[in-house]
């Protein structure tokens, strides 16, 4: 009988061994941009991500890849500033846009 009760508690515990685990959420990879003229676009590798913030104290989050990346802040047609930068996976790159546009 303890023989039996042994080998059922082994298996039970062998049963929680091969269940999946959640591999722990990671922290997204960001690129932070800051100090964009208000009414500008920004592209990060060429794709727009929408306007810059109205205020130019309020950055700008954006969710990217871990990699290389190129940011370009538009103004109409024109390219006011732009910045090659690489993040880390689950890093934070932050982007201070130093046009003189935004003073």
């Known amino acids: 009988m303890r023989i039996f009760i042994v080998m059922a508690l082994a298996g039970l515990s062998a049963c929680s061994f091969f269940t999946s685990r959640k591999a722990p959420a990671s922290d997204p ?42 940011v370009e802040i538009h103004l109409g047609e024109k390219v006011v500033y732009q910045e090659d930068t690489f993040v880390e996976p689950g890093g934070h790159r932050t982007v201070r846009v130093l046009s003189g546009l935004n003073r």
Do not use: M, R
């Open 29 to 70: 990879t960001e690129i932070i941009v800051t100090g964009a003229p208000a009414g500008s676009s920004v592209f990060v590798d060429g794709v727009p991500t929408g306007q810059a913030a109205v205020l130019n104290d309020h950055p700008q989050v954006l969710d990217v890849t871990a990699g290389a990346h190129k």
